[in-house]
């Protein structure tokens, strides 16, 4: 497609068109342009049999991720392909179990609510105030939490559903407990080079032989030499623009729009004891008598349906946004301290409301803040510009250097690459996803142009060129005569020693004792290890056959250089009650959690899913 458009965008005709597309992007951005096309889909993320997930959906769960320290902050852009794919899952499943008939109610997610720890007082008695605290220090409404508490109760009861029915026969926890907790008293015997009776060489024929057989093993891959340029946000220095006390001003207002308020409210509900117009007349003595000047506390001990609040002269302290509906949201917000609202209706009841605090500090005591905040705000717009024109730069320039001159940006070389090399220091970027697929792309690779820029999270972008190409090929034997004699002299040891094990295995079944071996003994030794013997070789004599008609179990096993001769002497299977049932409820749960990763599959793979 690439290519297309640069062989036809010759020619006045053309030149219009650029310029035409070019004048977007300077006078309303990219994304205008790009909205043209796409509509409404630049704001979702995925789309799950027709039910759509928003971009701010993802947004907000991975800013979660972060702030609840699941996710650090440099990996979140990472991590975003790993959230959305959860989101897909968790949707997914939930509109299965929806379709299944399946439900949670209102009245159970409330009961759920009072009934958790995280939610509760000291004296066990759930707290309003702990629970808004507690949502608003994770990211979450209210409205929010209980919906997607509910959606996991529906996952949880179709996984219980389907978990009903497994189980584990006391026979079968009985043998894997023998299995896991069994102890063997073995005796073991070290065979090396020495063992063997001549030493091992290898002849040229042979280091031929062995690379004409394992020239897989020789193999040099496709490698490029590229030129490349990194625009980072981090390393742009600040514009020398100075910083007005009018942008200081604006961005402290943005902070107090959005602060956490103090509020007291007194709380007027109609529906039960009494009807919409008789709480609406209600209201208006309330707001009558604010208006004369009585105090505000006392109205709220007289007046308010809310008894916690009422005792309290009507103070609530810190409210979160969601709690009680939009309405009073927005009036809260649009308020000052000391400030008293009319009747707010929201949800069902009157709010008459006051702010007695917002909680931000004072404009000297941030300005420092704020002057970061805007000299962030100068560099992100900074980088969006100088992206535009390294994407447009990129795009019709024959070569890279006259790029990052006119951006001033350092001009990156590497020697011999390919696609899989581990790349550290100065060139580490170029391991970051995406790089190396722009490099051997058709584009760049086969037809010399610049790549795009491949977008490396929020704060990077870079651009690649491909100055040298050599296809893979199979290096010659002079190239690696001394690693082919190296890998073919192993190979004949490790044969050798293994054909030594063998006769000495002969020999032990036979009552014969070998010259030269020296056993080493061990005793109630466990699959958990003991003492100084290596995990290797533990497994390595738990794979022994046990015992038989009088005699130890013979066998061998090779241990990096080495060959390791065991004799199994006695084989302990005795096990306890509590082991047993330890392990009969670890194979349960390991077969529910392998019944619960099919049914997630089936469902995913039967649904409709689309991602942006």
């Known amino acids: ?114 009934n958790r720890q995280e939610f509760q007082d000291s004296n066990g008695h759930f707290s309003a105030e702990l629970f808004q605290r507690r949502l608003a220090s994770a990211g979450y409404s209210a409205e929010e939490f209980r919906r997607q508490l509910q959606e996991d109760m529906l996952t949880q009861q179709l996984q219980n559903g389907l978990i009903s029915g497994t189980f584990v026969l006391p026979s079968e926890a009985r043998r894997l407990a023998e299995l896991r907790y069994q102890k063997r008293d073995f005796r073991y015997a070290m065979l090396d080079e020495d063992s063997l009776e001549q030493p091992v060489s290898v002849s040229d024929e042979d280091v031929k032989a062995w690379y004409d057989a394992h020239q897989q093993d020789y193999q040099r891959p496709e490698e490029v030499r590229l030129e490349y340029v990194v625009l980072d946000r981090r390393q742009l220095a600040d514009d020398d623009q100075p910083i007005d006390e009018q942008q200081l001003r604006q961005r402290y207002e943005q902070h107090r729009s959005t602060a956490p308020r103090e509020v007291s409210d007194i709380v007027v509900t109609f529906g039960d004891e009494r009807t919409r117009a008789e709480a609406q007349e209600r209201v208006n003595d309330i707001e009558a008598r604010l208006q004369k000047g009585e105090d505000f506390a006392a109205l709220a001990k007289q007046y308010s349906d809310d008894p916690s609040s009422a005792d309290q002269g009507g103070r609530m302290g810190t409210v979160s946004e969601g709690i009680f509906g939009q309405p009073f949201d927005e009036t809260v917000a649009s308020m000052s301290p000391g400030e008293v609202s009319q009747g707010v209706e929201s949800d069902g009841v009157f709010h008459v409301i006051r702010v007695d605090n917002i909680d931000i500090q004072s404009f000297d005591d941030m300005r420092e803040e704020l002057s970061r905040e805007v000299r962030q705000g100068q560099r992100d717009e900074r980088f969006q510009q100088l992206s535009q024109q390294l994407s447009d730069e990129s795009f019709s320039a024959d070569d890279l250097e006259g790029v990052a001159e006119r951006l001033n940006l350092p001009l990156q070389r590497t020697d011999w690459v390919s696609r899989d090399d581990q790349f550290e220091g100065d060139d580490a970027v170029l391991g970051e996803a995406g790089i190396m697929d722009a490099a051997f792309s058709e584009d760049v690779l086969k037809n010399g142009y610049n790549s795009e820029p491949v977008e490396l999270g929020q704060d990077r972008r870079v651009v690649v060129r491909v100055t040298e190409h050599r296809p893979a090929a199979t290096l010659a034997l002079d190239d690696v005569r001394d ?126 899913i689309s991602t942006n």
Request: proline share 2%; charged share 25%.
């Open 483 to 608: 690693q082919a004699r190296h890998s073919a002299l192993e190979e004949k040891r490790r044969r050798l020693l293994a054909e030594q094990a063998e006769q000495t295995l002969a020999a032990l079944e036979r009552g014969e004792t070998p010259a030269g071996l020296e056993w080493h003994q061990v005793s109630g030794v466990t699959r958990d290890g003991q003492g100084e013997l290596s995990s290797e070789l533990i497994d390595a004599a738990f794979g022994m056959p046990y015992p038989h008609d009088g005699q130890p179990g013979y066998g061998h096993a090779g241990a990096g250089r080495q060959q390791v001769i065991f004799a199994i002497d006695h084989v302990d299977t005795d096990v306890s009650d509590e082991q047993i049932s330890s392990l009969s409820d670890g194979l349960w749960n390991a077969q529910a959690g392998q019944m619960i990763g099919v049914m997630t599959d089936a469902i995913r793979n039967h649904a409709d």
């Open 1 to 114: 497609m690439l290519q297309k458009i640069r062989d036809r965008a010759q020619g006045w005709i053309a030149r219009i068109i650029v310029a035409l597309i070019a004048l977007t992007f300077t006078l309303f951005g990219a994304e205008s342009l790009l909205s043209y096309f796409n509509g409404s889909q630049r704001d979702e993320a995925a789309s799950v049999n027709g039910e759509k997930i928003s971009r701010q959906t993802l947004d907000i769960e991975v800013q979660r991720a972060v702030r609840s320290g699941r996710v650090p902050p440099e990996q979140q852009s990472e991590a975003r392909r790993a959230i959305l794919d959860s989101l897909i899952t968790r949707m997914a499943m939930e509109q299965y179990a929806r379709d299944g008939g399946m439900s949670f109610s209102d009245q159970q997610v409330d009961q759920l609510l009072v």
